[in-house]
């Protein structure tokens, strides 16, 4: 049977757009699990196979922003299945490459239908959904953007021991292609391309080359020194541009992103709150198997389940944290997530090789429960006062900012641990402690002006 009418439509268009972002967000760090296998398979250098990586995070940061511009100018339900098609159709032609070139267009499009699906959950939550259960839909929202790429690495690891990296991408194929199917199906077309679209496309490149460029610069911080024009040129090239796109935006009649959100105090405070929070949590995904493995001497299982209470955090505290937002307001559920973000973020900072793994696991448990009640409730609030347009384009450019600013905090990470001249425990204690700043400086953000 067809689903029609409000609130069914509306609830059966907003699951397969969290499915569809699971998905996407599933694929970009599965593969890191698999990076390995591919390379052996191809016969290609790691450097090589780790463009796979960084292409899908600058598509992912280019296409972003033009969201807005297709939510304008298309339907939800085209646009959301067109997405969601996209994404299967790169599915296939990374299960059934034959070599780099093909599984290297194949993740570009999954890439590209992941940027368009984020900004779109986020405006169908705020949009589509009435007050007092707004930060639930966001909430609910939350678990595409913080369980699904948790659990990647530990899916695509045990599906390429299992049965080869290829089921990985089988399964994607298999699980899109049937929310594409209960999308064209059983949801009806409903006429909501609200407001006219026009695209600057100067603005296009130079988002492309701004959020792009950074989001390359830092991940390649990983891999080479800071010094090496890899790392620096992109992100000059990317601040360069992301000013002369603000400028730009400003001054044009139609712009692709309306700066005018700024205008706005709960927008600018909520936004900066989120890209600290970014740039705090991120990161830790990275450097929490460092530790184990490297300074610890542990093995990847044991980095696993250090990680795993993040990511039963972000599956069951997401939603809930938006439930007690629209029942109890922002205000109180911000704040005690925020005060277990701090106190897990700095009590990691003075981990050593003797610290139990145990305690670890709590610490990062602790802190995973802040993050994962701070998401939801951060974005529904600081779009909660924008309307129209301006909903999907403060969506957009602050989805975009924050994988910037995530690339940003990661990079500062690896930095510490293996570009500083710093060794053995004091690299990590200066790791930690860079997640533990931009965790504070979330707690200010929240305690000075989330209400």
């Not at 292609?177 to 609200?194: K, N, T």
């Not at 974005?379 to 969506?395: E, F, H, M, Q, V």
Request: overall charge neutral.
């Amino acid at each position: 049977m067809r689903i029609e009418g409000g609130k069914r439509w509306v609830y059966a268009l907003f699951a397969v757009v969290v499915l569809g972002s699971a998905l996407g967000n599933l694929s970009q760090t599965g593969l890191n699990a698999m990076l390995v296998a591919i390379c052996d398979e191809f016969g290609i250098e790691t450097a090589q196979g780790q463009l796979l990586t960084t292409a899908y995070m600058f598509v992912l940061g280019a296409v972003v922003p033009l969201s807005a511009y297709f939510m304008g100018r298309f339907r939800l339900k085209d646009l959301s299945a067109g997405s969601v098609a996209l994404f299967l159709a790169g599915s296939l032609v990374c299960a059934c490459a034959g070599g780099f070139v093909s599984l290297f267009v194949g993740r570009l499009m999954q890439a590209a239908s992941a940027g368009m699906l984020l900004p779109v959950l986020q405006t169908i939550a705020m949009t589509r959904f009435p007050d007092g259960r707004k930060a639930t839909a966001m909430g609910i929202a939350g678990v595409a953007m913080g369980f699904a790429p948790n659990i990647g690495p530990t899916i695509g690891g045990a599906m390429v021991d299992a049965s080869g990296w290829r089921s990985f991408f089988v399964l994607l194929s298999a699980l899109s292609a049937a929310v594409l199917l209960f999308c064209v199906i059983c949801i009806e077309r409903h006429d909501d391309a609200s407001y006219p679209a026009h695209l600057d496309f100067l603005s296009f490149v130079l988002s492309a080359v701004a959020f792009g460029g950074v989001l390359v610069g830092c991940s390649e911080a990983s891999s080479v020194p800071v010094t090496h024009p890899f790392v620096w040129a992109p992100i000059a090239l990317g601040a360069i541009s992301l000013a002369w796109f603000v400028v730009r935006q400003r001054r044009i009649d139609d712009p692709l992103i309306d700066m005018g959100i700024f205008s706005d105090d709960t927008f600018r405070f909520g936004f900066a709150a989120q890209c600290f929070l970014c740039a705090s949590f991120m990161g830790i995904t990275l450097l929490v198997p460092l530790y184990v493995e490297s300074l610890r001497g542990g093995t990847p299982l044991q980095a696993g389940m250090v990680l795993l209470p993040a990511t039963i955090a972000a599956l069951i505290v997401n939603p809930v944290a938006g439930v007690l937002t629209d029942k109890i307001g922002v205000r109180p559920v911000a704040l005690t997530s925020g005060v277990l973000l701090v106190a897990g973020s700095i009590a990691m900072a003075f981990i050593d090789e003797s610290t139990p793994l145990w305690l670890v696991c709590a610490m990062q448990g602790v802190r995973a429960l802040g993050v994962s009640g701070l998401i939801g409730p951060l974005s529904s609030w600081s779009l909660t006062r924008l309307s129209g347009k301006r909903i999907a384009d403060g969506s957009a450019f602050s989805i975009a900012v924050r994988q910037t600013c995530a690339s940003v905090g990661t990079a500062l990470m690896v930095f510490c641990v293996e570009g500083a001249a710093l060794a053995g425990a004091m690299a990590f204690h200066a790791a930690f402690a860079v997640s533990a700043v931009f965790a504070v400086a979330t707690f200010v953000c929240i305690a000075a002006r989330v209400r």
